[in-house]
DNA sequence: ATAAAGGGGACAAAAATTATCCACATTAAA
DNA sequence: TTTAATGTGGATAATTTTTGTCCCCTTTAT
């Protein structure tokens, strides 16, 4: 019930890259070395944060990272959920599971309100707010 | 981010023994075969569950386990804390962890008020509300 | 005594996570 | 137009975590 490293690694990298002027590209190997991330790993991480829209890549000399949108509209729930799908408290909440025990399992309701509950605030801050409280 | 099957297996033997009569006690091997969980790895299972007094055990010829409370006074969050011990979203809510980044990390906020909000959750169902919801 | 339980330690298997390597495609600049 | 800097993608390895199994022990009612 964590957050695994790679996510933390594609939070820290959102937060530099929010920090960088404006429109400006950091390059991989930048921000593998600020922030002491294993370089080939790091760019599968970032592949999956432009996958889900919230960077913008650019090959070639010169080329990097940035933020695809403003700050304030990237939340930590959009960076959590880019690297690890979905949240889902239980395998019962997956979307694809078919539960056995359907209807009468008693846990999925509460798992179903916390879960509710933990996306709620995981969407309230956004990376803007983050970086401002630095 | 999600209980392990571990977890699983102890919320659905907390279930059970729910269920069971008053003062009774199921055996391993019982509840084994009715929630299909491999019985020995139940043992551990339910050692943790009887390690924070969430359930009893009796050794010998007729013993087994029953619940060491009432059911109303165990909540999701004393079986998930049982066998994964305390819930931390994030390496950094450990309160072992000694954050490199202190004290200026934004991120450890965020996870703070979220898993706050995770745990009030977790906490307000009962074992007996989870049982008349079936 | 005996058999039916739980207790505990070692270990194995499986799965998930993290890390590394390398050949390739793109692009700006020399 | 070559060159070097950069992201892309796939394969694979290493590590860690989780899950499962085995086996011998202790306890206890009959």
């Not at 070395?33 to 010169?62: H, M, N, S, W, Y």
């Not at 997956?94 to 539960?99: K, Q, V």
């Amino acid at each position: 019930m964590q957050i695994t490293r790679q996510t933390e690694y594609a939070i820290r990298t959102m937060l530099e890259l929010a920090l960088a002027p404006e429109g400006e590209v950091l390059s991989t190997r930048y921000i593998s070395e600020r922030q002491d991330i294993p370089e080939d790993f790091l760019k599968k991480t970032i592949k999956l944060l432009a996958l889900a829209d919230l960077v913008v890549t650019q090959r070639g000399t010169g080329g990097g990272v940035r933020l695809a949108k403003p700050a304030d509209q990237i939340t930590m729930l959009d960076i959590i959920t880019a690297v690890e799908g979905p949240i889902s408290l239980n395998v019962c909440l997956s979307p694809a599971y078919n539960c056995p025990n359907q209807p009468t399992c008693p846990s999925k309701q509460v798992f179903q309100r916390a879960q509710e509950a933990l996306v709620a605030e995981l969407k309230r801050q956004s990376l803007a707010d983050m970086v401002k409280s630095m």
